[in-house]
T-cell receptor, first 114, second 113 residues
Framework: NAGVMQNPRHLVRRRGQEARLRCSPMKGHSHVYWYRQLPEEGLKFMVYLQKENIIDESGMPKERFSAEFPKEGPSILRIQQVVRGDSAAYFC????????????FGPGTRLTVL | DAKTTQPNSMESNEEEPVHLPCNHSTISGTDYIHWYRQLPSQGPEYVIHGLTSNVNNRMASLAIAEDRKSSTLILHRATLRDAAVYYCILEKGYGGSQGNLIFGKGTKLSVKP
């Protein structure tokens, strides 16, 4: 059973460009969570999705950031018009059911904004 | 959300046991205690979790105080591969949580050969 997969592992963008980060959850998992880790800091929750639904986006910045988890295909975290402050590691996690269940994390995408 | 307090860093010698403490004095009755660790340049990895009773698995043991205001993660024999940041996280039980984990700064464990 393959683990959570994220791609790309490293992404370099210039200011103003768009970044698209993809996350494929573990087989059988229908809950996906995105976290961001700024340099030298802990992980911060961004958004929690189920298939075709956003359940909790309380950690998402109000502008430029969006997430989706379509019926088919991976979950996508999209950052429009990136700025240098968006440089961070973005981790995706999945779980089979909500709450009390282990979240399995992917290896992360390291975004660098030049 | 209930908060946890952990030491910033700890050191251990290889092959020796390690006890990583966590204080959570404002824990509520339905909060589960989770431990994750993050190795350098990797995503977090689940270690163990419990509610009231002590728990054991192949990675570690979790000792929970009787009043549940503190807990201790026990690595029975530290190896160099156990060097990581260890996070103690409270997560509300089913029906009370949004599902997200709240990570603090954790404890950075160094293991000396």
């Amino acid at each position: 059973n393959a683990g959570v997969m994220q791609n790309p592992r490293h992404l370099v963008r210039r200011r103003g460009q768009e970044a698209r980060l993809r996350c494929s959850p573990m087989k059988g998992h229908s809950h996906v969570y995105w976290y961001r880790q700024l340099p030298e800091e802990g992980l911060k929750f961004m958004v929690y999705l189920q298939k075709e639904n956003i359940i909790d986006e309380s950690g998402m910045p109000k502008e430029r950031f969006s997430a989706e988890f379509p019926k088919e295909g991976p979950s996508i975290l999209r950052i429009q018009q990136v700025v240098r402050g968006d440089s961070a590691a973005y981790f995706c996690a999945s779980s089979p059911i909500r709450t009390t269940d282990t979240q399995y994390f992917g290896p992360g995408t390291r975004l660098t904004v030049l | 959300d209930a908060k946890t307090t952990q030491p910033n860093s700890m050191e251990s010698n290889e092959e020796e046991p390690v006890h990583l403490p966590c204080n959570h004095s404002t824990i509520s009755g339905t909060d589960y205690i989770h431990w994750y660790r993050q190795l350098p340049s990797q995503g977090p990895e689940y270690v163990i979790h419990g509610l009231t009773s002590n728990v054991n698995n192949r990675m570690a043991s979790l000792a929970i105080a009787e009043d549940r205001k503190s807990s201790t993660l026990i690595l029975h024999r530290a190896t160099l591969r156990d060097a990581a940041v260890y996070y103690c996280i409270l997560e509300k039980g089913y029906g009370g949580s949004q599902g997200n984990l709240i990570f603090g700064k954790g404890t950075k464990l160094s293991v000396k050969p």
